[in-house]
């Protein structure tokens, strides 16, 4: 089951995420945690902008990558936030997450040099270009 949460339940239910990230947080973030077994493993948080939806992050727990969790959480954002142009940021390396995204109709727009301190991100986007 897929809910939307607080950022302090993201905070307290992921203990050691990223332990030096911090999701960047206003009035307009969102946070949907996946819930299975009575556990939460997983979560994806957004910034909505009414015509375009960022995707700031989607995160599965280790034990679970691979079982389809993320493309869950990836499609209930897509199903609940029609009509938007959907953007975000991934690293040029991380070719899970760039594949879950073509996969769900996004494509590559541009490269963002050094996005990632020393790592290159890839822009993305699905239903339009984004407006900077």
Do not use: W
Not at 24 to 41: D, G, P, T
Not at 90 to 101: D, Q, T
């Amino acid at each position: 089951m897929i809910k939307e949460v607080s950022y302090n339940d993201i905070l307290s239910l992921f203990k050691g995420y990223k332990e030096d990230y911090i999701i960047s947080m206003s009035n307009n973030s969102k946070y949907y945690a996946y819930e299975l077994n009575n556990s939460y493993i997983g979560f994806i948080c957004i910034l909505d902008l009414d015509t375009e939806l960022e995707i700031i992050d989607v995160f599965v727990m280790p034990e679970y990558q691979g079982n389809g969790y993320g493309d869950k959480l990836l499609k209930y954002i897509l199903d609940n936030y029609r009509d938007r142009n959907y953007f975000l940021e991934v690293n040029v390396n991380n070719e899970k997450a760039i594949n879950l995204y073509k996969k769900n109709g996004f494509d590559i727009l541009t490269t963002r040099k050094h996005y990632y301190k020393d790592e290159d991100a890839y822009v993305m986007s699905k239903g339009g270009e984004i407006h900077e």
